[in-house]
């Protein structure tokens, strides 16, 4: 059972170019959602999805873009990457929203680690 | 204001010690809260979720709100060094309660 699968797991790239970063889910899950983590900043939300069609913005959605076209997918672009945004970007995903009627558990990927130069 | 506020760490103990981690909160409209555990160069893991304020326990972890403070504290009795790793606490926020805000995480290492 894969879970939430991210790829590329490491990128580096030049100030100024653009990537996406790739979330995957097999769990069927409604709500998925980007966060970066930096060193004492914590986890922090760029933007999520509620379902298939949807996104919404989070807490750092700038320099970011997302589209969830499918519903196991959810994608991250950076159009135009700049150092700032070196982190590690989390995908996570669960069934419902947290304290509805499950925990609303968040089922994290590895992480994605990204450098911009 | 952060929604959620812990103590950054790092906290460094001895193997078997009790352990006592804490957030506090700013939002009083949703009493429902999350320990999530993460292992360096892991995602993080649901470790505990506890609604309103009381205790909850789980083998070696307790999780405990009091609602008069806004505090949130996990504690690990007789810790062990495959504790070692960031506590981060949680909260459902935003409208609908549809995103979840961490704390910065607090690292923690048992000394064998």
């Not at chain 2, 812990?6 to 981690?21: F, K, N, R, W």
Request: charged share 20%.
């Amino acid at each position: 059972n894969a879970g939430v699968t991210q790829t590329p797991k490491f990128r580096v790239l030049k100030t100024g170019q653009s990537m996406t970063l790739l979330c995957a889910q097999d769990m069927n899950h409604e709500y998925m959602y980007w966060y970066r983590q930096d060193p004492g900043m914590g986890l922090r939300l760029i933007h999520y999805s509620v379902g298939e069609g949807t996104t919404a913005k989070g807490e750092v959605p700038d320099g970011y873009n997302v589209s969830r076209l499918k519903k196991q997918n959810f994608l991250l672009g950076l159009e135009s990457a700049a150092p700032s945004q070196t982190s590690v970007y989390f995908c996570a995903s669960s069934y419902t929203r947290a304290g509805g009627q499950d925990t609303g558990e968040l089922f994290f990927g590895e992480g994605s680690r990204l450098t911009v130069l | 204001q952060k929604e959620v506020e812990q103590d950054p760490g790092p906290l460094s103990v001895p193997e078997g010690a009790i352990v006592s981690l804490n957030c506090t909160y700013s939002n009083s409209a949703f009493q429902y809260f999350m320990w999530y555990r993460q292992y360096s160069r892991k995602g993080p893991e649901l470790l505990m979720y506890t609604y309103s304020s009381g205790n909850k326990e789980d083998g070696r972890f307790t999780a405990q709100v009091d609602k008069s403070s806004k505090y949130i504290s996990l504690f690990i009795r007789d810790s062990q060094p495959s504790d070692s790793a960031t506590y981060l606490c949680a909260q459902p926020t935003g409208g609908g309660y549809q995103k979840v805000t961490f704390g910065t995480g607090t690292k923690l290492q048992v000394i064998p």
